[in-house]
């Protein structure tokens, strides 16, 4: 069976990406595979931000990575303002890398100790941008500036001398000078505080505005995704299990596994009502061995024996939401009579694998 | 070193039913360039029976409070002062060999990083049989099914199977549960719970935090509740504490400091979280700033260079915690939230065009669930 369907795809000319069943696959010795991303296929718009959920090791940053070919798909197609990356040589390809941009985790690990706040945002510049140095630089400050970083001060600085605020600031600052189309964050708030958190989230959205920027924002926290996303998609073990508005979305989640997660989360708000009584819930499969059928069928309170037996396609549930689910919480276009609506149904008890 | 404060315990609120009440405790390191305030002269005390949980920003001192009050604050630099009085005896000034002592069957932790009290190279059995042997002298095949009872206890499946794996065999989930059978195989009275859940994924940290839940009812344990997510607390602790810059600026019944929070760092933490039930691209509120150098702090309050509402009192002379008008609800602040004073305090510095609390009002303006600056949530 192959991906996860794609009817969830937007029409070409609309999108300025488009992932159609990508694969990467991680070989591990012995003839074992680890099947990170299976067959996965979304779009994003151009000024969108496309939010990327789910759990450990579900594959988010592979697929970030993947679009930037690093390293190349085992299979499927990434389709950068309808230009294939995936049939690109080596050389055209890092050509083509200055439009996509990535933003990692660890501010401060990800920026070279040993090199200067200036020379660290002029990288970029140095093989694409412009060749004299002055030029150089009046982008690299007004980058810095856009960011909330005193260029002048900070020229001559390294990264131990910034909080891990700041390190991010400036990462997004080497992001930008290349004025890419599209920037990969891969969780670039999680290592912060709350209050700094909110201040780089404030500053993607305000950098957004003003540069008509495109982003996939990779992220465990499900209300940091919702917060800056237009749509989300909720990933588990390599797969894509449900595409939707954000609003949407966590109004009626149409996934046993998206609700899972949202039952999850922890809010802020001691009125919430918690279910204490899941204390286990049996572990992760493994990645290189998946559940055949639908891969989250092993934790799946839903469960049947078609689960075990044939992959969910994704299928339409409303305007813009999409779930590959045999039996979603939420009526699907396609076959109103058959859906269950079971939106009180506990999320308890396992089902046996 | 042990002074012991003649003050009483500062709003406290101390009863016969406390297990633990801590007054004026204060950790500082020693390095080269001064004395890192870590920990400055929190009071508190615990009912027994009862969850406090304590949030606070990263460095804030929650750590080093948890350790000070364990006397697992070994760093030769540390000096610690005050007291700390468990179930009515002092342990401040205690040597650690008395405070082993009291490690397991009064009181255990339960850490960020499961591997910290793991040893990684040692089949996880054996580590608790150890365990079980060394604290109640048991034989081999009896330690051997305390174990798995302990095992089976936090819920980990095919217990027995299980006894065989090596801490990497394991995923971090399973790993904290190893570490919770342990800390609770003595049956203590006071648990300490460092972030328990910080390194796992909301699944797993939903159920961690169930089990915690559950044990701590099942054993009528007291437990502390140590973490930077506010979430994580709030349907899970009786009481929260907020830290800043080593010192409790608030502590509350937990739907109290929701509903009614009178700090305005309770207040300004509130606003920066982004929740699951805003809209998309809600407007965050920012906290201005980064917390003060713990060596050389301001005078004052701790929080003025980055509060909204400071005023001139507030960089003279530092706010003291103090009871407040509703039952066990204590706050640091000369101008707190929900009072006129501290709506005076904000249009001032409205007017006079304090950048902190023109970002505020520029979001309070953005923002739809938030009508009054005297507003929780
Ligand atoms: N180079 C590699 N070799 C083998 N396996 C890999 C490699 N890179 C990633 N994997 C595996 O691929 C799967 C997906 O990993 P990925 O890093 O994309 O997850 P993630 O969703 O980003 O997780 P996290 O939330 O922990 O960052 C995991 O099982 C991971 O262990
Ligand atoms: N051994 C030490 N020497 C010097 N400073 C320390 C030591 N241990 C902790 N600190 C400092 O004490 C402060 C509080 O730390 P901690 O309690 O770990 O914070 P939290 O747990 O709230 O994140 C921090 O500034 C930290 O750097
Ligand atoms: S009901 Fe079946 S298809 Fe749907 S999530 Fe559960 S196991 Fe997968
Ligand atoms: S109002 Fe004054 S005392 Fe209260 S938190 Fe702000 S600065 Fe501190
Ligand atoms: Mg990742
Ligand atoms: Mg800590």
């Not at chain 1, 991680?26 to 991303?37: K, M």
């Not at chain 1, 510049?125 to 001060?153: H, S």
Request: hydrophobic share 40%.
């Amino acid at each position: 069976m192959a991906g996860s369907g794609k009817a969830h795809l937007r029409p070409s000319e609309s999108v300025l990406l488009r992932a159609e069943d990508l694969t990467v696959e991680f070989p591990v010795g012995g003839g074992r595979v680890v099947h990170a991303v299976s067959g996965i296929s979304f779009d994003v718009a151009k000024g969108e931000t496309l939010g990327l959920v789910g759990e450990s090791g579900c594959g988010k940053s592979t697929t970030g990575r993947a679009i930037l070919q690093l390293p190349r798909p085992t299979g499927g197609s990434i389709t950068l303002n309808d230009v294939d990356l995936t049939r690109l040589d080596s050389g055209t390809m890092r050509q083509r890398r200055t439009d996509v941009q990535m933003i990692f985790q660890d501010p401060i690990s990800s920026l070279n100790p040993r090199r200067t706040i200036g020379d660290i945002v002029a990288e970029p510049l140095q093989v694409w941008g412009p060749k004299r140095p002055d030029d150089q630089w009046d982008i690299v400050a007004r980058m810095l500036d856009a960011v909330g970083i005193d260029p002048e001060a900070a020229r001559r600085k390294r990264p131990h001398e910034f909080s891990g605020g700041q390190c991010q600031r400036i990462s997004i600052a080497r992001a930008l000078v290349m004025e890419p189309e599209l920037i990969i964050c891969d969780e670039p708030v999680s290592a912060l505080d709350v209050s700094v958190q909110a201040q780089i989230l404030n500053l993607l959205e305000d950098l957004k505005a003003q540069h008509g920027l495109t982003l996939v924002f990779i992220a465990h926290d499900l209300a940091v995704v919702k917060n800056i996303s237009d749509r989300v998609a909720v990933m588990y073990l390599g797969k894509m299990c449900e595409l939707a508005e954000s609003d949407e979305l966590y109004a009626s989640p149409a996934h046993p596994y998206t609700r899972l997660l949202m039952e999850s989360h922890p809010e802020p708000d001691p009125g919430v009502a918690i279910d204490e009584s899941m204390t286990e819930l049996g572990e992760l499969p493994s990645p290189i061995a998946p559940p055949s059928g639908c891969r989250f069928r092993t934790r799946c309170p839903l469960a049947d024996e078609r689960c075990a037996r044939e992959e969910p396609q994704m299928r339409r549930v409303n305007d813009d939401h999409y779930v590959a689910c045999h039996h979603p919480l939420v009526a699907v276009d396609d076959d109103l009579s058959a859906a269950s609506r079971q939106p009180t149904l506990p999320l308890t008890a396992p089902a046996t694998a | 070193m042990t002074v012991t404060s003649d003050a009483g315990v500062a709003g406290g609120g101390s009863r016969a039913g406390d297990l633990l009440v801590v007054d004026d405790l204060r950790t500082h390191f020693r390095v080269p360039t001064g004395d890192v305030k870590a920990v400055d002269g929190v009071s508190f005390a615990l009912p027994r029976g009862t969850t406090l949980g304590i949030v606070g920003e990263s460095g804030s001192g929650k750590t080093v409070l948890s350790r000070s009050i364990m006397g697992l604050n070994t760093a030769g630099n540390a000096v610690t002062t005050g007291s700390v009085l468990y179930d009515g005896t002092e342990l401040i000034g205690r040597s650690s060999k008395e405070m082993k002592a009291l490690w397991g069957a009064e009181m255990a932790m339960i850490f960020q990083d499961p591997m910290t009290s793991l040893n990684p190279v040692v089949k996880v059995g054996r580590q608790l049989t150890e365990h079980v042997r060394f604290h109640f002298g048991t034989n081999r095949s009896d330690a051997r099914a305390a174990a798995i009872d302990m095992l089976q206890s936090v819920r980990i499946p095919e217990a027995a199977e299980r006894m065989d794996n090596y801490p990497h065999h394991m995923s971090g989930g399973m790993r904290q549960r190893v570490c919770i059978a342990i800390a609770l195989a003595c049956s203590p009275k006071l648990l300490f719970a460092d972030e328990p859940t910080t390194a796992l994924d909301v699944t797993v940290q939903h159920q961690i935090l169930n089990l915690l839940s559950q044990q701590q009812r099942e054993r009528a344990m007291t437990m502390i509740l140590v973490t930077h997510d506010l979430g994580v607390v709030a349907t899970r602790a009786a009481e929260i504490a907020v830290m800043y810059a080593g010192k409790i600026v608030e502590k509350a019944p937990t739907p109290v400091l929701f509903a009614e929070m009178r700090h305005p760092y309770t207040q300004s933490l509130l606003w920066s979280i982004p929740k699951t039930s805003q809209p998309k691209h809600t407007r965050l509120s920012a906290i201005a700033g980064r917390p003060p150098d713990l060596i050389n702090p301001p005078p004052g309050c701790k929080f003025a260079p980055r509060c909204p509402y400071a005023q001139q009192r507030c960089r003279d002379e530092e706010p003291q915690l103090v009871d407040g008008p509703g039952a066990r609800h204590q706050f640091a602040c000369h101008f707190p939230v929900g009072t006129p004073e501290n709506r005076e305090a904000f249009d001032r510095n409205l007017a006079s065009g304090l950048p902190q609390t023109l970002t505020v009002a520029g979001c309070l303006a953005a923002r739809e669930d938030i009508v009054e600056i005297g507003d929780g949530a």
